[in-house]
């Protein structure tokens, strides 16, 4: 027990350390996390009533229909001004930057043609006019790359005052302004940035209440808007030694974050303030009860316009709205604070959550483990709402939702070593009598008996590269060589596991591998088929991949000069009931099969050097095959150490409509000379040697053919057996050796 509490230290310790470390060098990695976490909250929690004092002047579809494409004639803008002031709005402020002169104007065509134009309209002296006066407040926006907008920032009547200013910069740096057109702009009351900056991952939840330009300060637009409502005409930024401490005006603090952010509470989702279509204000409808001493903005939702964002409450939102958010938490005071000192907090509550939880957890059984753990979630993610919407203080939220996690995990861990101690130590001396896979299956099958051995239905798989001891000594280099191997060996191992094979092992240049065992595989001799036929035709890639390395020079070379591929291989395949279970010492055993059904495949893979086929199968396992294939009967024979006459077949390739079989150009051609093939077979088995003879011949003489060796190995039979005719002849061959 002194031991576990030990252990139970230093995890305490390892998780403290790990997750603050996390907490204050790899921010931006959990900074989205947390985020999004707090986006859950506003959805959880829904829309609020948002303040009726703001009011949105919207540049919607309508309007662009009714009015024309947008930028609209300004002295239409003008109009609307006009009508928003004599129906009593008290602030108005444009989401909008006029940064061109009007092309429509009509002053502006005369002049173009040299006409007389002093008696003309010019539309940006129209609304330069009206905004003079007029209660607007002109929108701008600040630019934060490198770029030829080197301009002059609006003058604002106000002072900006920074308290106990150290010398880190906190407030966001700005390096070009893009501005109205100068008649515009000399003629606004004031002004205000326009930019909602989106944090990494796209979504706006918090807005600059100021930007620095040039060493001075420029305030938002909704921000200055505000001032300028609560008749203040000094600002002060204090500053503490982790940054801007508040922001006050008129007596009042405005909490913002160590950088000059306000996190704003969202209303809800998309239009939670009255809208008005601009054309309706254009037209004069009455709209005094709506905006009557209100804030006004006017801005666009139209989608051609691009000025759509994305907000904690919904995806599309138009980006005047955040303008109107942030009034109206500047209004209510009920803007969420994330103050300079909360990374101090945070720290801390790592700490007490992880000694706490792990306290608790480490004195409990599993179930009342689980629900404590789930318990102290809900009370985490209870706590963070709480302090959210009713308190308006940010802290962390996915910190203390990790630290559960991982005081679980390592409480869990910490138990699964000192109280089932005695089980793990069954387990590791199970492991020494199997392999990690079937060590695994018998730990979750107990009832298998795995270990005591049985006999199961398995398809065995050998295979062999052909020529490895020229490979070899072409290599010339140990390490070279074992590369080369590895080369091989890893696609076609990779295929056999595809399949839901078992790799049995490694034997040299040979793969050796079954299945239906340690687990039941439906239709294990055609998956059997399957991943050898796909090891064939993986061949091809797998050549011209060794070709292409310098490294195996040689190797090509010595393929080349022998007119033979570089790597070739051979398979067979046999299917039967074998034993299968662990077999060794007690200090060394594996999980394996052994039984006659092992020995013949071993002996159908030799025996394709003797029939110059690549994949050769015992009857036993063709009579278990239901997939399409193209097959070549190869010989009746006994091998050696067998009495049993078996068939052996060769396997071409599948049989697919429209697919030519490997190593051959015509599937038809294929069939055709497999039609003529079996009939000599025929002859030959009722010992019509003559006959079969002929057509033995005939198909040897033809320029394409599919096995160049085993009309020979008939000819031979045939020209010998009529020659010393044999008695009662059942048309076994008998092989002598194992190839």
Not at 69 to 74: A, K, L, V
Not at 129 to 138: D, F, N, S, W
Not at 491 to 505: F, L, Q
Not at 607 to 634: A, H, M, Q, V, W
């Amino acid at each position: 027990m002194k031991n576990k509490y030990k252990a139970l230290t230093l995890l305490f310790a390892f998780i403290s350390i790990l997750l603050s470390s996390a907490y204050l060098f790899l921010p931006n990695h959990f900074q989205s996390l947390d985020s999004r976490v707090r986006d859950f909250y506003f959805k959880f929690r829904g829309p609020e009533k948002a303040s009726d004092q703001v009011v949105i002047i919207d540049i919607d579809e309508k309007s662009i229909k009714e009015l024309g494409q947008w930028p609209w004639e300004r002295d239409k803008f003008a109009q609307i001004l006009t009508n928003l002031t004599n129906n009593g709005a008290g602030i108005i402020g444009l989401d909008i930057v006029f940064a061109e002169a009007d092309k429509t104007s009509p002053s502006k065509f005369a002049k173009k043609w040299d006409m007389d134009y002093k008696n003309l309209p010019d539309y940006d002296l129209m609304l330069s006019q009206t905004v003079a006066q007029t209660p607007t407040i002109l929108g701008y926006v600040f630019d934060f790359a490198e770029n030829d907008n080197k301009n002059d920032a609006p003058q604002i009547p106000a002072i900006f005052i920074e308290k106990n200013k150290k010398a880190t910069e906190y407030l966001p740096l700005a390096k070009g302004v893009l501005t109205n057109i100068e008649i515009i702009q000399d003629s606004g009351y004031s002004s205000g940035y326009m930019n909602n900056i989106p944090d990494e991952t796209g979504i706006i939840r918090s807005v600059p209440l100021m930007i620095k330009y040039d060493d001075v300060i420029y305030p938002s637009l909704a921000f200055e808007m505000f001032r300028i409502a609560s008749n203040a005409n000094k600002v002060i930024t204090s500053y503490s030694d982790a940054g801007i401490e508040y922001v006050s005006m008129a007596k009042k603090n405005i909490n913002s974050d160590r950088f000059g952010r306000v996190h704003i509470n969202f209303r809800g989702p998309f239009k939670s303030y009255q809208y008005i279509s601009a054309v309706d204000v254009y037209n004069n409808v009455d709209i005094r009860k709506d905006i009557e001493g209100k804030f006004v903005l006017i801005g666009t939702s139209a989608y051609g316009l691009m000025d759509l964002r994305s907000t904690p409450m919904d995806s599309v939102i138009a980006g005047v709205e955040i303008h109107a958010n942030l009034i109206d938490n500047l209004l209510n005071e009920d803007m969420l604070i994330k103050p300079s000192w909360s990374e101090i907090v945070d720290l801390f509550m790592i700490f007490i959550i992880v000694s706490l939880s792990m306290f608790v957890y480490s004195r409990l059984s599993i179930v009342p483990l689980l629900v404590s753990f789930l318990s102290t979630l809900v009370l985490i993610l209870y706590a963070n709402y709480y302090l959210l919407f009713t308190q308006f203080v940010i802290v962390n939220s996915i910190f203390p939702i990790i630290a559960i996690f991982l005081s679980l995990t390592g409480v869990l861990g910490v138990n699964f070593m000192f109280e089932f101690r005695q089980k793990e130590m069954v387990k590791g001396k199970f492991a020494s009598k199997v392999s990690a896979s079937v060590m695994e299956d018998i730990l979750k099958h107990p009832e298998s008996n795995a270990l005591e051995g049985a006999e199961r239905e398995i398809t065995v798989f050998f295979s062999d590269v052909r020529n490895f001891t020229n490979i070899s000594e072409a290599m010339g280099n140990a390490k070279a060589l074992i590369k080369f191997m590895n080369e091989i060996m890893e696609p076609m191992t990779e295929i056999i596991i595809d399949e839901k094979g078992t790799v049995d092992k490694y034997i040299g240049d040979a793969i050796m591998a079954y299945w239906n065992a340690p687990l039941d595989v439906d239709n294990h001799a055609d998956r059997a088929v399957r991943a050898s036929l796909k090891q064939l035709h993986a061949l091809q890639a797998l050549n011209v991949k060794l070709r292409s390395e310098l490294e195996f020079e040689n190797v090509t070379k010595m393929a080349d000069k022998n007119n033979v591929a570089i790597v070739d291989i051979g398979i067979g395949l046999n299917s039967g009931v074998a034993i299968v279970g662990e077999m060794g010492s007690t200090k060394r055993s594996d999980y394996t099969v052994i039984g006659d059904p092992i020995n013949l495949g071993a002996r159908l893979e030799s025996l394709c050097k003797y029939y110059n086929s690549r994949l050769n199968i015992s009857n036993f396992t063709k009579e278990k095959l239901t997939g399409d294939y193209i097959y070549r009967f190869l010989d009746l024979v006994t091998v050696k150490g067998k009495a049993e006459p078996i068939e052996i077949w060769q396997i071409h390739d599948f049989d697919r409509d429209g697919e030519e079989p490997l190593f051959y150009s015509s599937r038809e051609e294929l069939k055709k000379e497999l039609e003529y093939y079996n009939k000599a077979i025929e002859l030959y088995k009722s010992a019509n040697f003559k006959d079969a003879l002929k057509i033995f011949k005939d198909i040897n003489s033809w320029e394409n053919k599919s096995n160049l060796k085993i009309y020979d190995i008939y000819i031979e039979r045939c020209e010998h057996y009529i020659e010393v005719p044999p008695e009662n002849f059942n048309g076994v061959f008998v092989h002598t050796t194992k190839g």
